[in-house]
C-alpha cells in the first residue's frame, strides 16, 4: 500500500509493480485527489499544466487506485484509516508529502499561496489578466523566489524575508545571481522585517509601518505531512521520518520524498524536493514488493545534488554540489529549467514505458 499520489507515491507505486511481475501482489495507492500534482511547475500560474491523471499512469501497470483521504495509521494493526473504512496492509510505503507551513498571523486567511493548484486558481482568480498590481511575497526560499521573479513580469513586486540575507537556505554561492535577478527586474527587497498582520489592503510589519497589496504570497516553510507523527519512530525538525539506506522506517513501513529523511550521500540528507523524491518513490517501492517476495533489496542511490531556480525574465541560475556551485546562469540556465520541467511529467498510458523508468534510480534531472 502507497500513501500519496505525488512523485514519492506515484514511482513508488510503479516500482512495486515492475518487482512484482506475475507474482501474487496487489499494489495499491491511496490519495485524495484525481491528478498527480507537479508542485515544480506551479510557479508558472498555470493549474492544468501541473496536473497528471493518476488514472494513466496506475492502470495501465495494474495499480489500484482509492481516492480517498488516509486519515489513520495503526502500525501494530498494520491498517490505514480511509474515507471512513480500515483496509489492512502487508507493506506500507508513506508517500504523503509536505505541506506549506501555516501562517500564524492576524488576517492569515486573506493570503494566497501556490502549494497546490487551488492555491494557484484562488491566485489566479483574484488577479485575473490585471497588470500593474503590487504583490508581496513573504519568503524567499525557492517557492518565495520563483513566484516573486514571474509576478515580476506583470506588476510590481515586494519580496520580504526574515534572515539578513535573500535566499538564507541557498547559502552564498548563487546568491549575487540570485541577487542581481532581483535588482534587474525591480523587485523591492526588504530584508530582516516581520509581519504583525495581514489585511485585504496588505500587510502590517512588525515596526508598524503598513504595505499596500493587491495580493500577499505566504511562501515561507514547508513541513513533512501530518501523519508522519503516526509512525512510531523518530522523526527531524521538518517532522520527517528517520529511513535507512533502503527506505525503511520499520519492520513494515517505509518511507519516500518529503516525509522521509534519509541519506543522499555519506555526509549530507536529502531535501525536500523532486529531484529526490522520485528516485526514493523508486527504491521504497521496489524495496516493500521485493521485501514481501523475498527478493534482494536495493540501496537509495540518487545522482549528486543540484539545483535550478527559475529567475523569471531573468533567466535562471544552475547550481551544483552541497555548495551550490554556479554552473549555468541566464539563457542557458533557463533552458535547462524549462526541459527539468519537461522532463518530470512522467509516462502516461504506455505500461511499458512507466515500468522500464521506474528501475531507473539515478540519471533524474533535477527540479
Known sequence: MIVGGGFAGVWSAAAAARVRGDADLRVTLIAPHDDMVLRPRLHRLDPEWARVPLKRILEPIGVTQVKEE???????DSTVTAGGRTIRYDRLVLAAGSRLVSAALPGARHMFDIDTTDGVARLNAHLGDRTGFTAVVIGSGFTGLE?????????????????????????????????????????????GVDVRSVTEQGLVLADGASVPADAVVWT?????????????????????????????????????????????????????SCQFATPMGKAAGHNAAADLLGLPLVEFTPDPYVTCLDLGAAGAVFTTGWDRTVALTGDQAKDLKQTILEVIHPPVDDAAEILRQSAQQSNEVAG
Open 220 to 272: 515561507a516553510g514547508m513541513r513533512a505531512h501530518p501523519l508522519t507523527e503516526q509512525i512510531p519512530a523518530d522523526r527531524d525538525g521538518l517532522g520527517r521520518l528517520h529511513a535507512d539506506r533502503h527506505l525503511r522506517v520499520s519492520d513494515q513501513v517505509f518511507a519516500a520524498g518529503d516525509v522521509a529523511a534519509a541519506l543522499a550521500d555519506a555526509t549530507n540528507q536529502v531535501v525536500q
Open 70 to 76: 488516509v486519515t489513520g495509521i495503526d502500525v501494530a
Open 147 to 191: 513566484i516573486a521573479t514571474e509576478l515580476a513580469a506583470r506588476g510590481r513586486v515586494i519580496l520580504l524575508e526574515r534572515a539578513g540575507v535573500v535566499a538564507p537556505e541557498l547559502g552564498p554561492g548563487p546568491r549575487p545571481v540570485i541577487e542581481a535577478a532581483l535588482a534587474d527586474l525591480g523587485i523591492d527587497v526588504r530584508l
